[in-house]
Structures are given as C-alpha cells and as structure tokens.
C-alpha cells in the first residue's frame, strides 16, 4: 500500500493522465466515427508512457527492450488507426462532396442572388483597391454579405463556401492576381464564432530584424556560452569566472549545454524554411542555474495556417528534447563506479522522467547514498529541463504555440492564465520558478498573430504529438515524493 505522502503525486499524475484523454474525447466525440479513430489514435500514442510510469508507480520494472517494444507497438496500432483514419475520411469527403454539389445545381437555377448592400463608411481602403477586393468574393468561395472598415483594412462577413484551407488559397490567388503584394487576405472566426475574411495592407506585416536587434542577439549568444560555462564549472564544484584557468575543464560540458540549445533552433529553422516562413536570430537568455532558459525567437512573417505554427512551435522541443534524451541515456549506460560525477541519491527524485529511467537503467545503484554517473547524464537533465520549460502552455513560449495552433486563442490564452498562476505558487519555494514567471510575463506572455488561415485546425497526428510532448513536459518538471521515490528504490 502507499502511504499518504505518496498518494498526492500519484493522485496529479493520473488526474493529468485523465484530464488530457478526457479533453481528447469531449473534443473527438461530435465528430463521430472519424473523432473518435483520432482520439484513439492519440490515446495509442500515450499508451507506452502511462503504462510505463503506471507499472513504475506500482514497482515493476521495465528495461530498455521493454520500453522499445511498446513503443514499437504502439507506432504500428497508430499506423493501423491512421489508415481505419483515412479510409473513413475518404468516405466522408464523398459525402461532402456530393452535398455540395447539390448544392450549387441548385444556387444555378435559382434566381440571381442580388448584391448586398454595404455599410456607408469611411474606408482606409481606396475606393478602387475595395472594388478589386470585393469582386474577388462569389457564391462558390465566400458570398460576402457585409464590409466593414478595421484598422487599415476591412472586415467582410459572409457565407464561406467550402473547406477552408481551399478557399483561402483561391482568394489569396485571386487578391494577388489583382492587387499584386498590397494586401493580405486572413480567414478567421469572428467573435460569434463564423468565418470572417479580413484584407489589411502588406505594410503592416511583421518587421525584419534590425541591425542593432542582431548585435544584441549576437551579445545575448556569447553571454549564453559564457553562463553555459559557468554552470559547467558549478557543477565540477568551481568558479569559472574566478578560476578563468580551469576553461578547460569546464568546456566539454558548457559546450554540451550550449549544443543543445542550437539544436533546439534548427529544429525551428528547418520547418520554418519548409513553410517559407522567416524566423529572426535566436536571443537566447542567459541563466547560470541552469547554463540557459532557451531562446525567442521571432516569426518575421506571416503564417500560412496553424498546422505551420504547430510544426515550426514544436520542431525545436523535439530536436532539443530527442538530443537531450538521448544524452541522458548514453550517459546512464556509461555510469560505473568511478564516474566523473558523484551526485546523491535524492538527486534523482527531482524528476519522474529522468528518476524512472535511471532506475531503469542503474538499477540497485540508486539506493546508494552516492551515484556515480557519467557526465552527459548532467548534460542530458539540464537539457530537458530547458525544454520542458520552453513547453510550458505560456504566451509565446513553444508550448504556448502549440497549445494556440490546435485548441485556438482563446483556450491558449486561458492555458497562459493558468500556467502564469501556477507559476507564481511554485515561485513561492523556487526561485528558478519566479524567474521564469518574469520572463513569461515581460517577454512571452503576448499570444502569435492570426496565420492567414486561422480557421483549418492541424490534422489529428498533430494533435496526439502535442499533448504527447506536453506530457512529456510534466513529466519531466514534476518531482517524486521522497515516499514514493523510497518506495521505487530511489534512494534509500
């Protein structure tokens, strides 16, 4: 049985655990069949890890060929889901296919619709660019109703006529066609919930990054390998900045820290570049506790839609996270007696992930007072603490991107909300959680601008990876109780 210390953190991982399936299926339902194959399809995806820690929590042990044979099964009962996924969707673009074609038949040989009337206003728009705007709207992509004068554009409400991302494409092409690269043409929900079409001119596109901007990124980046270095020499139990002569001692780990903080940016980079989309210079934030909290990282661009915000938000946690990881295993399996670091045991009940991998992997060795592990071990943690903390559903922060690219504005900016207050009751006996919070505040706390098509959701495949690695994060920052740490064998 456990014991009442043990039953809060086991009581927070299985209402974590429920809460984000449960949210998975209250969202999948009204879709029916094709809701719920997706649903599933996430739940397949989470399976391993519940499992894992459900099993760890009730003291079994799974070694490393049990962990990649459930995660082996778990990719091949996703992909069997995918394809019952697809054929099923097929199945219903038919059905919506056929409906639509009834349904122009019938606008045809009805009567001709008459124009509607529009709002006498002042328009920021010339007369002749509205024109041009308003005669790329029809009866078969958006049958345009009502015009109203935003900021240095126009709203159109209206009828859409369509799937969104098709729409979108056409009207764009249409408005460049006419107009060339003057305006912008965004499709978003209105405050009722119903498409709106809003063009506003290109001038009011994201701005490059400055020279003085990347001077400063550039001076943030050299403070960043230097707080990297300092961490370094704080874990070999030095100053360096008072020891400038031990460098070399403290480089290798630095420069490990420091190395996975530019994977975390290519990762960005990569997709970023697939989509077209420029990313400003990283202005990474020094931090000597941990080498670093990551970077910011700018779009200057508009976003095509929100599957892009999603690829490029969550490219950088998983190139950072999977170098991380890995790091963190490596240095497990080369931990021996005699290792570089000695690090107490208790140092292990800082975090579920890494606990209940290096019980895994090193076993008995846990239960010493001392543990010896190989430096990348150090390397590994602190990597994915930056990127569990990049993953907090905050703002601009990567997990604040992705929380907005699937469940929308509104419920990232409640995720914001709760994560700032969660932060600041953590601040109370963390100073590296109020550091954190002054950032998110100051810096990160605004949500991304609307892509242009704000509308079309990322597919179901993204979803599932998005609440896996905002599992992940949790479990990576939440701690074990000493209870059920000594319980776990974790400690002595």
């Not at 809060?8 to 655990?17: D, E, S």
């Not at 119903?194 to 400055?210: A, E, G, M, Q």
Request: hydrophobic share 50%.
């Amino acid at each position: 049985m456990f014991t009442s210390s043990e039953t809060p953190i086991l009581g927070i991982i299985l209402l974590v655990a429920c809460a984000i399936l449960g949210w998975g299926f209250y969202r999948a339902r009204p879709f029916g069949k094709l809701g719920i194959l997706a649903w599933l399809q996430s739940v397949v995806l989470m399976a391993p890890w519940l499992l894992f820690f459900g099993l760890f929590a009730a003291g079994i042990y799974i070694n490393i060929v049990g962990i990649l044979f459930l995660v082996v099964g778990s990719a091949g009962l996703y992909i069997y889901l995918g394809r019952q996924l697809r054929a099923a969707g097929q199945d219903a673009i038919l059905k919506q296919r056929a409906t639509q074609r009834l349904a122009e038949e019938s606008a045809q040989t009805s009567e001709t619709v008459p124009q509607p009337a529009v709002v006498v206003e002042i328009m920021p728009i010339p007369e002749a660019d509205l024109s041009a705007i308003k005669s790329i709207f029809g009866i078969d992509t958006f049958f345009a109703t009502e015009t109203i004068a935003y900021q240095d554009g126009a709203i159109f409400k209206g009828n859409l006529r369509g799937e969104p991302q098709e729409i979108h494409h056409r009207l764009t092409a249409s408005l460049k066609q006419k107009l060339g690269d003057q305006y912008r043409l965004f499709l978003v929900e209105n405050t009722d919930g119903k498409p709106v079409v809003i063009v506003l001119p290109s001038s009011n596109d994201p701005r490059p990054t400055t020279l003085p901007q990347k001077a400063f990124a550039g001076i943030l980046g050299l403070a960043t390998i230097a707080t990297s270095l300092e961490t370094a020499g704080l874990l070999l139990n030095f100053d360096l900045l008072g020891t400038p002569a031990r460098l070399p001692e403290a480089l290798p780990i630095g420069l490990g820290i420091f190395a996975i903080l530019i994977a975390h940016e290519i990762g960005h980079w990569l997709l970023a570049r697939r989509y077209q989309v420029r990313l400003s210079w990283p202005f990474f934030l020094p931090a000597v506790q941990i080498g670093s909290f990551g970077a910011i990282t700018r779009f200057e661009s508009l976003l095509p839609n929100r599957t892009a915000l999603f690829d490029i938000a969550v490219a950088g946690p998983v190139a950072g996270g999977a170098v991380s990881l890995l790091m963190l295993i490596a240095g497990l399996l080369l931990s021996h007696q005699g290792s570089l670091f000695q690090l107490p045991n208790q140092f292990f009940q800082g975090s579920i992930l890494v606990g209940s991998l290096a019980r895994v992997v090193l076993g008995s060795a846990l239960q010493s007072p001392v543990v010896n592990v190989h430096p990348l071990v150090v390397i590994g943690w602190l990597g994915l603490v930056i990127t569990a903390l990049n993953l907090m559903p905050a703002g601009q922060l990567d997990g604040g991107r992705i929380v907005q690219a699937i469940y929308g504005r509104k419920t990232a900016s409640r995720a914001t909300i709760a994560t700032l207050i969660l932060l600041a009751l953590v601040a109370l006996g963390n100073t590296l959680a109020m550091y954190w919070a002054i950032v998110i505040v100051f810096l990160q706390r605004d949500l991304e601008r609307p892509s242009l098509n704000e509308i079309s959701e990322p597919d179901d495949a993204r979803a599932a990876l998005g609440l896996l690695v905002l599992f992940l994060m949790i479990t990576t920052l939440l701690p074990l109780t000493p209870g059920l740490a000594g319980r776990l064998g974790i400690g002595g």
